[in-house]
């Protein structure tokens, strides 16, 4: 069964710092691309940041790019979203998400994890 | 960018209607557009994928359909688990984009 499971959001004051991580299972990690999407309170959906399969690329949206930084470790099977000078903008629930076979880009996203709450506020 | 923009926004209705959600693109996207219903707590789920393809175990109730910039999600008869909000999604182009999504609750 695949598996996309989150974890380190919390609670950080504005300007703090916060590192997530998305263990993945069940299926072969490094075979697809991978993305963060955030939903804030009450909110649609919102893509934040999409790497490739093996790190060669890397895309930010316009409202995380020079604060925020993805990652992976194919070896860990495990992503992470590095996430610098946070602001309350930033407060949602972060959900770790694998591409379609075809990849991000002309495909879909594929299985979600259960997300991850992170609150930022003084 | 690509806005993506659906309506309604909301809409109330019975088990058993038939429902049909619609979503815009504000350019030509060709056939990438997916659908995601979102279930109150939960994460979204995907439904339907480059616009008219039924994502496996997805109930047959659901179908997409269209191409360029319209594009309709239809639920041909509503169950009790349906009651959802639903998301477009665009890949077409870099930065993916979602609709602000359709609230289905209950009449």
């Known amino acids: 069964e695949v598996q996309l499971v989150e974890s380190g959001g919390g609670l950080v004051k504005p300007g703090g710092s916060l590192r997530l991580s998305c263990a993945a299972s069940g299926f072969t990690f490094s075979s697809y691309s991978m993305n963060w999407v955030r939903q804030a309170p009450g909110k649609g959906l919102e893509w934040v940041s999409a790497?490739?399969?093996?790190?060669?690329?890397?895309f930010y949206a316009d409202s995380v790019r020079g604060r925020f930084t993805i990652s992976r470790d194919n070896a860990k099977n495990s992503l992470y979203l590095q996430m610098n000078s946070l602001r309350a903008e930033d407060t949602a629930v972060y959900y770790c998400?694998?591409?379609?076979?075809?990849?991000?880009?002309?495909?879909?996203?594929?299985?979600w994890g259960q997300g991850t709450q992170v609150i930022v506020s003084s | 960018d690509i806005q993506m923009t659906q309506s309604p926004s909301s809409l109330s209705a019975s088990v058993g209607d038939r429902v049909t959600i619609t979503c815009r693109a504000s350019?030509?996207?060709?056939?990438?557009l997916n659908w995601y219903q979102q279930r109150p707590g939960k994460a979204p789920n995907l439904l339907i994928f480059?616009?008219?393809n039924l994502q496996s175990g997805v109930p047959s109730r659901f179908s997409g359909t269209g191409s360029g910039t319209d594009f309709t999600l239809t639920i041909s008869s509503l169950q009790p688990e349906d009651f959802a909000t639903y998301y477009c999604?665009?890949?077409?182009?870099?930065?993916?984009?979602f609709g602000p999504g359709t609230k289905v609750d209950i009449k």
């Open positions: 790497i490739s399969r093996d790190s060669s690329y890397i």
């Open positions: 480059s616009a008219s």
């Open positions: 999604q665009q890949s077409y182009s870099s930065p993916l984009t």
């Open positions: 350019q030509n996207i060709d056939n990438y």
């Open positions: 998400t694998s591409c379609s076979s075809a990849g991000c880009h002309k495909g879909w996203f594929g299985p």
